[in-house]
């Protein structure tokens, strides 16, 4: 098996993949009268053609570190938001790109981070690391096959940062 330690959430680093959805530094916008800061645009969201924006609620199942990934997966025609309904930390898996997942990376995502994974990126299954494993996941609903799944041949151990 190869492990890799989960690393920090960042946009730089997660640049490759997708967007980091959070509010940090100063707002694009004030409104509300003042009373509300907006952090304007972060995600290129992508529903492809014939494909329309949907919302969901997935209620995942919270998992441990270490935690063994053995499936990755990839939304070839359009883009998967994952917005916790928590303010708890979870994991992020994301491949490299190719026929079949490349190296795989590991992210952190802190309390109030969630992530926009570009069309046809590779990753892991929705990791909450504590319950409830709420998210709110914005994509693309249409008629067209919208998944391909692959199984690692040889699993992938992410643990923590300093374990």
């Not at 530094?25 to 924006?53: S, V």
């Not at 997935?58 to 053995?70: G, N, Q, V, W």
């Not at 790109?97 to 969630?114: E, I």
């Amino acid at each position: 098996m190869t492990q890799i330690i989960a690393q920090p959430l960042t946009a730089a680093a997660f640049a490759p993949y997708g967007e980091v959805l959070e509010a940090t530094g100063a707002p694009d916008k004030i409104i509300n009268a003042g009373l509300c800061g907006r952090f304007h645009d972060r995600a290129r969201l992508d529903f492809g053609p014939g494909g329309r924006a949907g919302i969901s609620v997935f209620s995942a199942e919270p998992r441990a570190l270490p935690y063994t990934c053995d499936l990755i997966e990839r939304h070839p025609e359009g883009s998967q938001a994952f917005v916790p309904m928590h303010q708890n930390p979870w994991l992020v898996i994301v491949a490299e790109d190719g026929p079949v997942p490349g190296t795989v990376h590991a992210f952190l995502a802190s309390a109030g981070q969630g992530v926009n994974l570009h069309r046809g990126t590779w990753h892991g299954v929705l990791t909450p690391l504590h319950g409830p494993g709420l998210f709110a996941v914005i994509d693309r609903i249409g008629d067209t096959p919208n998944l391909e799944e692959y199984r690692l041949n040889i699993p992938v151990i992410i643990t923590a940062p300093g374990a």
